[in-house]
């Protein structure tokens, strides 16, 4: 398969990415198509410039960036779909969002855009379409779309695939290269063109399977994930009513190995942390597509309990959160309406600024519906723009309160005694277990009360009832 012409569409996290990467090989030339919005249109004069939009927390990625644009010149960022017609290769990396309320995907672009390349490719093209995807959609929605537009037949004219990305924030490279590839194909010689495509730039080897078969692992692959979360969610809330601590508890569960004699090896459990809930672009939206892709193009109905209520559970956390806030601050007389409050950290995730579907802001709503006096959010990596504070002197003086809602690493270095004699009550509501047992006996002795999300009250030991 010639792949001197690749274009990418969609210069975001998972865009960028895949497009230096194959730029850096030199065995092709990269365009990047990015709409000239509002919002990101800012991306095409910093790219061709040689500047990552995501410096601080991707740096290898600002390195290729630069290597790619200004020294091999193999990558460049444009407004313009017209490249399509003279590419050997179009990688569609387009967000795939669902609507909030009904949990369906919403596809309009995505058709759109499907439209526009059909009436725009050349014979002999390879689509790859990285997009995360209710399963069926490939065979079922796009596809007879890019039939119609193009006039061609896939898997005779032009090739189409469905090549699921595996990017986390911080290792968007790494990832690429080092991970397996699912190569999803239409047909199975649209699978060969693929691999083909992909080969050069995946040392983790490919796994060829059909296009269904492909959205199916990969939105199957969050929702694990997010099943397992709600797992260590549910039990943490267990351990606070029986009057224990989920992480011991988690910690026993986790050092059952597969293999006594060299307890290194696999565990043969994995549960995972419980927290203020679960936040990102992928988690909370891929279990609804996975149940989607099943209503609409499944051959029978099947129940989906775990799924959905997993979600229920990992979006229930903010509110358990705000819970424990609200019944310390009680505890100790202080009044809602009166009370200071600093939530510290506001991305999803630990040690990054992405905040998309950050839980937090469904603690920060609750809080603020439940009549709070003072709420104030404090992230070191998230745009003040966020409506977040970088300055925490002020943020604590004269708190009764500190929940700490993300875990980035900066507040496991913190001495919180040093905020002893700032704040006007000394409460810490610790919702990601990010303060050591140590110190949280160093606090406890100073007068502070700090609560952990997952670590009940040791119950008083019941009087026998011999009745
Ligand atoms: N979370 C918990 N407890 C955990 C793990 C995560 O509460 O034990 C929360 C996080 O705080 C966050 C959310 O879940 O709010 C999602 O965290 P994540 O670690 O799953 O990170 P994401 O959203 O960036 O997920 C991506 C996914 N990658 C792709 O879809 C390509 C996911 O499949 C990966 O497993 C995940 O990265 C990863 O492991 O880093």
């Known amino acids: 398969m010639k792949r001197n012409n690749i274009i990418v569409i969609g210069m975001g996290y998972v865009g960028i990415p895949i497009a230096v990467v194959l730029a850096e090989t030199e065995k092709s030339t990269v365009i990047g198509i990015q709409r000239n919005s509002k919002r990101s249109g ?66 309009q672009n995505l058709f759109a855009l499907i439209q526009q390349i059909g009436k725009m490719i050349k014979q002999g093209v390879l689509i790859s379409i990285e997009s995360t995807l209710a399963p069926g959609t490939t065979k079922h929605l796009l596809a007879p779309l890019l039939e119609q537009y193009s006039g061609f037949i896939i898997g005779e004219d032009i090739f189409f695939a469905h090549c699921y990305e595996r990017v986390m924030p911080g290792k968007l490279v790494k990832n690429i290269k080092e991970y397996p590839r699912v190569i999803g194909g239409y047909s199975e010689e649209c699978a060969k063109r693929a691999a083909l495509l992909y080969e050069p730039i995946s040392f983790g080897g490919l796994s060829l399977t059909d296009c269904t078969t492909a959205e199916i ?82 051959a029978f109905p099947v129940e989906t309990d775990l799924i959905k209520t997993a979600r229920k559970t990992n979006d229930s956390m903010p509110n358990h959160l705000a819970e424990l806030i609200l019944q310390t601050l009680q505890e100790k007389q202080i009044t809602i309406e009166t009370t200071k409050i600093v939530i510290l950290g506001y991305a999803y995730l630990r040690n990054s600024d992405d905040t998309r579907n950050t839980p937090v802001k469904h603690l920060k709503e609750i809080l603020n519906e439940r009549g709070v006096g003072t709420l104030i959010v404090h992230d070191p990596y998230v745009d003040p723009d966020e409506g977040v504070t970088r300055n925490l002197e002020s943020a604590v003086t004269d708190a009764d309160c500190i929940c700490i809602a993300t875990n980035h690493s900066v507040y496991e270095e913190f001495n919180f005694l040093s905020f002893q004699t700032m704040m006007r009550t000394r409460i810490i509501v610790d919702g990601r277990n990010t303060i050591s047992k140590k110190h949280k006996k160093e606090l406890l002795l100073n007068d502070f009360t700090v609560v952990t999300l997952g670590v009940g009250k040791p119950k008083p030991p019941d009087q026998p009832s011999f009745t």
């Open 42 to 107: 800012w991306k095409i004069a910093s790219l061709n410039s040689g500047k990552s939009p995501f410096p601080d927390t991707e740096p290898v990625i600002a390195e290729l960036i630069a290597e790619t644009v200004l020294k091999k010149k193999t990558f460049s960022v444009d407004s313009e779909m017209k490249h399509v017609e003279k590419a050997d290769a179009v990688i569609i990396t387009v967000q795939t969002p669902i609507d909030p309320a009904t949990k369906q995907p919403l596809y």
């Open 217 to 298: 692992a990969k939105t199957v692959e969050n929702a694990y994930r997010d099943i397992n979360i709600a797992f260590a969610n549910e039990v943490s809330t267990m351990c606070e009513s029986l009057g224990t601590d989920v992480y011991t508890v988690r910690e026993l569960v986790n050092n059952f190995p597969f293999d006594p004699s060299s307890s290194q090896t696999n565990p043969y459990r994995n549960m995972l942390f419980p927290g203020t809930g679960v936040g990102g672009h992928c988690l909370p939206k891929d279990p609804w597509l996975l149940l989607y892709g099943l209503q609409k193009f499944g």
